[in-house]
């Protein structure tokens, strides 16, 4: 696929090709193969280094497979190498958390990316909790754990550089993502895959049938599309940048916004020295009460 990419587009010098695997799903051979066809970046979900937290979330990997294959990776001669985690699952502890962050640090990885878990309606886990057979997940266990999470990636020399999102320099930041919140355009290609081009979003059909059938016959995939205005892509803007270190310039903020700045900078909640700079960044606290931030400075109202 990515040979097809590469004689039907071009690629541009340097550029990154992400991929993501399942850890179980791989070997040293699997990776050398993804390197010798030209990717530079593979994530790896781990969620957690607990056999226990791993039932919970319903991972089916071993404990220590996920950082194996981070360190295969990498001897493989993978550019960057990132493992996933998820924390606040009912039934972990502080001390799982802790494992899982000597687990990935002990791989190597020059890429971390952590997400407090969000229980979807509908799934398994939805109804186990439900039924009370596990505790909901607590917002204040998943802040004190993300602080954790923070403190021990910043001590390694991984440094935040969007909210759930850490890395061992700029170089190592993630551009795939980075063009997704700094509101870039992608095309998507794929049963499921989503495009973006100049505030309009189309996704394609999710069957793989369907998908082949309707190329076959030269008509689109395209199963939906939205239209932004601007009052959206606004929304979307403030939204994104501001989850990121180098944050908001206050250019993009009318009146009302800046004021509601200069209020959460008050709250503690952006960092005063990057505000009279011109831009609004979160400080930690700031990143624990992000969504509310951004809902202060589109309303102009106090976070």
């Not at 190592?172 to 505030?199: I, K, M, V």
Request: charged share 20%; glycine share 10%; with cysteine.
């Amino acid at each position: 696929m990515l040979a097809a990419v590469r004689g039907t587009f071009g690629l541009a010098p340097g550029a990154e090709v992400t991929t993501e695997a399942n850890p179980e799903s791989t070997s040293p051979e699997f990776f050398a193969g993804l390197v010798a066809a030209g990717f530079t970046r593979v994530s790896l979900g781990m969620q957690s280094a607990a056999p226990h937290v791993l039932r919970v979330l319903d991972r089916r990997h071993t404990p220590g497979r996920a950082a194996a294959a981070a360190r295969e990776a990498r001897a493989a001669g993978f550019a960057h190498v990132n493992l996933d985690l998820i924390y606040a699952t009912p039934g972990e502890t502080d001390d799982d958390l802790r494992a899982s962050l000597d687990t990935v640090l002990a791989a190597g990885v020059d890429h971390v990316s952590a997400y407090a878990l969000i229980v979807e309606d509908g799934t398994a886990l939805a109804r186990r909790i439900a039924r009370g057979e596990l505790p909901a997940p607590d917002d204040d266990v998943a802040a004190a754990r993300y602080e954790m999470l923070d403190d021990r990636l910043s001590a390694a020399g991984l440094g935040w550089y969007e909210v759930s999102n850490w890395a061992a320099s700029p170089a190592t930041e993630c551009r795939h993502n980075l063009g997704y919140w700094l509101d870039g355009d992608w095309w998507g290609l794929g049963p499921g895959a989503h495009s973006h081009l100049a505030g309009a979003r189309w996704w394609n059909v999710k069957h793989p049938a369907r998908y082949a059938a309707l190329l076959a016959a030269g008509e689109s995939p395209e199963a939906g599309r939205e239209d932004l205005g601007a009052d959206e892509r606004h929304t979307e803007r403030v939204m994104l940048r501001l989850r990121l270190a180098s944050g908001l310039p206050l250019a993009l903020l009318d009146d009302a916004g800046r004021a509601a700045t200069a209020r959460a900078a008050a709250d503690g909640l952006l960092d005063p020295a990057a505000l009279a700079a011109g831009r609004a960044v979160l400080t930690r606290p700031g990143r624990l009460l992000a969504d509310r931030v951004v809902q202060a400075l589109l309303a102009g109202v106090p976070a």
